[in-house]
C-alpha cells in the first residue's frame, strides 16, 4: 500500500550546490577510487593529459585512501584539493568522480558508498586502482613515461571531455 501524497526525500547532493556542501558531505562524496592519487603526465606541446598506474607514496593501496590525509598538502605540495571550482575544471578527474559528476550535473553511480551503503562496491564495481598501481618509491620520476596506461591495459581510467 502507497501513502497517498509521500514523496520521496532527495538526498543531499540532489539538494544543495556544490558550494553548499558542509565539510562533512563534501569528504563523503569521494568514493576512495584513488584514481586522482595517480600521476598524470602533460604533453607540453599538445597539453594532452595521460594518466599512468603510478601512485603517490601516501596511498594505502588495499583501501585506496590516503595515509596522511590531514596534512597532505604539506607532506605533498603539489597535491590538490578537490574544490566546485577545481571539480568544473579539471580535465584530470575520472569521469566517475562524484565530485566531477555533480559538477557537470549528473548523479552518482550506483556503486557509490553513499548509495550502496558500503565502500567495498567500489571495489567490486572495479572502479578503483586497488591491485592496478604501483607506488612512486619504486619509480625513477624521469622513467613515468614508462607506466602511462594504455587503452589495451587492465585499468580503464578514462576521462571526461
Partial sequence: MKLVGQQKTKSFWQEKKLTEFTPEEWESLCD???????HKLEDEDSGDLYFTNVACRFLDHETCRCSCYEDRSVIVPDCLQVTPQLAMEANWLPATCAY???AVGEDLPEWHPLLSGSVQSVFDAGASIRGRAISEEYIHPDDLPNYIVDADDDVELVLLE
Fill in 32 to 38: 576512495g577510487c584513488a584514481q586522482c592519487c595517480l
Fill in 100 to 102: 566531477r559528476l555533480l
